[in-house]
Structures are given as C-alpha cells and as structure tokens.
C-alpha cells in the first residue's frame, strides 16, 4: 500500500527463537506483584512468567540480577516481609515467595528480590548459556509461539475469573491472616 508505513509481522512459528521482547512481555515487575498479591487467581497467573531477580551484589557494591522463570508461590512461610524494600513507598507485606528457576537451580526468593527494571539483553543471553549448559542436558527456552500462548493464558485468567462470594471471602481471610503472623 504507498504511503502505509506499516508492515505486516509473521506471527511466530512453533519453533522461532524467543526475543529479548517476548521474555519483557511476559517480565513480572514487583509493582505488579504488589498489585496481583491479594487476587485470588495469583498462584495460577504467576508460573511461566519472568522475573529479575537480584541475587546479591560484585565485590564493587553494583547489584547482580538473573533472569528466572517462576515455576510456582510457596505459601509455606510464616515469615512477614514488605513486598516493596523501600519503607517510604505505602507497602503490601506478605508471608508468600516465588519459586523462581534458572537453568536447574531453584529457590524460594521474597518478592521484595524482584527487580521493577526491565531485562537486559546481556541477561537474557546469561539465561540462554545457563540453560544450554545444564548439567543434566540442555534445557530448551520456551519459543515465541509458547511465549505468545503464555501472555493469551494470563489475559484470559485476568479477564475471565469469575470472582464469587467464596473466592472473595477466602482473599479475606487469608489477608486477615497474613496480618495476624
């Protein structure tokens, strides 16, 4: 068409590589998660979703980050923590964690952990080389097409929850007793 700019995008085959702009579209910030903490679809929204995650700091005080891919909530904790470390911010406190994996290592992380900063491409190519050097066999990265069925499953767990009176009521009590620990 003249004078169109725009051009059509191949939607992704089954087997194209994943981008640095699917992994963002699927990143979870921790602000969403302050947001997402208290619906009650959050453990089912929150696997196969992304998070950078700050795993510590260089011997120069500059703080390090991983890609991870969060693989479930551990709901196990009785331990309270502000979900935003900065005490200045209104703060939700929760006793869940995220089970976050990188290549085969997998752990429990507060989501206070969770950065509000988009992945770098340095990051992303960190998680690849982790995955592809699995001691136990290379771990395959999920595709685009994987990637886009990924952000259709959240939009529709979002859009499409039916919110009923015991749905409702439980999101209460468990918020009265995460106040009581």
């Known amino acids: 068409m003249e004078g169109s700019r725009s051009q059509a995008v191949a939607a992704p085959t089954h087997t194209s590589k994943i981008s640095l702009e699917d992994i963002n579209s699927l990143q979870l910030k921790r602000q969403a998660l302050e947001k997402l903490i208290e619906e009650p679809f959050f453990a089912d ?9 700050n795993i510590g700091q260089k011997e120069d005080g500059t703080a390090v980050y991983r ?20 005490p200045k911010m209104a703060n939700k406190k929760t006793s869940k ?3 976050v994996a990188c290549g085969e290592f997998k752990r429990a992380f507060p989501m206070s952990m969770v950065s509000n900063q988009r992945f770098t491409q340095e990051e ?22 994987e990637a886009l069925a990924r952000r259709k499953q959240a939009k529709s767990l979002q ?15 468990l918020r009265l007793l995460e106040t009581v620990h």
């Open 67 to 86: 890609m991870c891919e969060v693989i479930g909530v551990d709901e196990t904790s009785t331990k309270m923590y502000a979900i935003n470390p900065d």
């Open 45 to 53: 929204f929150v696997p196969k979703k992304f998070v950078r995650m």
């Open 124 to 145: 992303m190519d960190k998680w690849l080389t982790v995955l592809a050097t699995a001691k136990n066999g290379p771990i395959q990265p999920p595709t685009a097409q």
């Open 97 to 99: 964690r995220l089970l």
């Open 159 to 173: 859009e499409n929850f039916v919110y009923t009176p015991v749905s409702t009521m439980c999101g209460a009590i």
